[in-house]
């Protein structure tokens, strides 16, 4: 599949060595900050990077997350057909011990315990209980630890780079651009003899390629639909 | 032009004041500083010659494809690199620093193209060289030194910046001191 819509990541690099007029002796180089900006562009702009997922739970109410997870952005339950945003938390207790050499969560720690949830009832309560559950991220050891949860199937709704290290990686055109100058910014902060006035221009004509790329994922539909979607009946009051 | 007319030519216009082998060793140095600036222009491709069936064999110790060079080159003068039958294979020049350095990064893991490096007169290959094209050879079009060429053979004459080569060599042996062609030994 190789489409004016969608480029490779070669490609990419042939255009701007290209239009530039680069060495091709800096292919490699060049083809490196290719993979950079878009790797930026996944994480910070553009939606081709971001996957959901079905992912089970161990024993311990523990997924570990597969390499190619850069940042967890929500987890959820499926219910009655829409997604159930289970809430983070840093106030569960996300210790694990060792029992024969497998790790387990051991509730005299308070590892895995529920924890309490206020009703709502009390004068000082606060809301936003979440009754589905709750997660911890350990950034360190790549899992998340459930508590509260009576269910071990949750969709992870994630980041990758964008780069697929066994298949062909498409780039939408749309963001050739901004790679374009991601390209030409970063190889101007490195150049020996750098010229400042050249590598703010193309800092802000990345800047403003990113707001291109951010700008076309939304329309006056999805805009109109959340304005709607707060209206309700109401009295006519004379 | 030949080489040979191109010697003859500038002997004359110089008034035969210098010994054909200095005139040949000036032609030398002035078509390697033009191609110098050819490569730059990105303009070098029209003076190279074609070198098909170039040997490619595999380093036991290293591991590690490579070609000797069948010709002397210009530096960077080795401009293309092709598989012989097959163009299945992008070969890819890069400098040595970037092919040691590009290893365990991204743009070497998901890579098909063949990177390579020139080491003064050997090609050495990465690792997407496939033992097929290997064994086939590969083809050269490289940019050699006017020396390389056949004193017969015709010669594609680099004209830069409106100077031709010719212009060029006359200008640079125009302020050397005439050297004297007497045959010393004889006299003695």
């Not at chain 2, 210009?74 to 039958?85: F, L, W």
Request: charged residues 25%; aromatic residues 12%; glycine residues 4%.
């Amino acid at each position: 599949m190789d489409t004016t819509s969608l480029k490779t990541i070669d490609k990419v690099t042939e255009e701007i060595l290209f239009l530039t007029g680069i060495d091709e002796k800096k292919y490699a180089r060049v083809k490196q900050f290719v993979i950079k900006g878009y790797q930026e562009l996944n994480l910070t702009t553009i939606p081709e990077g971001v996957r959901i997922e079905k992912f089970t739970m161990d024993a311990n109410y523990i997924v570990y997350l597969t390499d190619e997870i850069v940042q967890v952005n929500a987890v959820y339950y499926p219910i009655d057909g829409k997604l159930w945003s289970l809430t983070k938390t840093d106030k569960i207790v996300p210790t694990v011990s060792l029992l024969n050499g497998s790790e387990y969560r051991d509730s005299t720690d308070g590892e895995g315990v529920d924890i309490t949830l206020q009703d709502g009832s009390l004068l000082a309560s606060t809301g936003g209980n979440n009754t589905e559950g709750y997660w911890y991220y350990d950034y360190y050891n790549r899992r998340i630890l459930f508590t509260n949860v009576d269910r071990s199937e949750v969709l992870i709704h994630y980041t990758t780079s964008g780069i697929s290290l066994d298949d062909e990686t498409y780039i939408p055109s749309y963001c050739v651009d901004a790679i374009h100058h991601y390209v030409l910014w970063k190889m101007s902060m490195y150049e020996r003899d750098r010229d400042a006035q050249l590598r703010e221009e193309n800092l802000r004509e990345f800047n403003r390629q990113k707001s291109i790329c951010r700008s076309i994922q939304f329309n006056l539909d999805e805009f109109l639909d959340v304005i709607y979607s707060n209206y309700f009946l109401g009295f006519r009051r004379l | 032009m030949t080489r040979q007319a191109i010697i003859e030519t500038i002997d004359f216009r110089l008034q035969r004041r210098f010994p054909k082998p200095f005139i040949e060793s000036s032609m030398d140095f002035i078509w390697e500083q033009l191609c110098d600036i050819l490569i730059k222009q990105n303009d070098v491709f029209y003076y190279t010659q074609k070198y098909e069936d170039v040997t490619v064999t595999l380093d036991a110790v290293t591991d590690r494809y490579y070609s000797d060079l069948p010709a002397t080159v210009v530096r960077d003068g080795v401009v293309r690199v092709y598989g012989k039958t097959s163009r299945d294979l992008d070969f890819i020049q890069i400098p040595e620093r970037d092919f040691r350095l590009m290893g365990l990064q991204e743009v070497y893991d998901i890579s098909q193209k063949v990177y390579f490096y020139v080491n003064y007169n050997r090609v050495f290959f990465d690792d997407n060289m496939t033992s097929i094209v290997a064994n086939e050879g590969v083809s050269m079009d490289l940019l050699t030194t006017l020396s390389d060429f056949l004193i017969s053979a015709d010669i594609p004459l680099p004209k830069v910046n409106n100077v031709s080569f010719i212009d060029a060599v006359i200008d640079y042996l125009q302020g050397t001191p005439t050297i004297e062609l007497k045959d010393v030994n004889t006299k003695k």
